[in-house]
C-alpha cells in the first residue's frame, strides 16, 4: 500500500508544537518507509508563528513481507 499527497497553504500557523506517529498495526513483518518535503516549514516548526506560501509532499508506504507464521511470502510467478 502507498500514500502520497501534496498540500499548499497561503498560510499556516501552529498554536503548539505537532505530534506525529506512524504506525502499521497487524500481523507479518512490514518493510514500511514514510517521508516529507516541505517547501518554507523549518523544522521543528516555531508555535505561534505565521507561515506563509507552504508546501508539504508526504509518501507513506508499506508492505508485507512475512505471513503471520513468520514463514516467508511465496514468491510471485
Partial sequence: ????????????????????DVRFPGTGERDSTSHSERSRL???????RDYDDVTVAYRLATRVVGTPG????????
Wanted: aromatic share 6%; no cysteine; charged share 35%.
Fill in 1 to 20: 500500500m502507498a500514500f502520497e499527497s501534496t498540500v499548499h497553504a497561503d498560510r499556516l500557523r501552529f498554536e503548539e508544537e505537532p505530534s506525529t
Fill in 70 to 77: 513468520g514463514r516467508p511470502r511465496p514468491a510471485r510467478e
Fill in 42 to 48: 523549518p523544522r521543528p516548526v516555531e508555535p505561534g
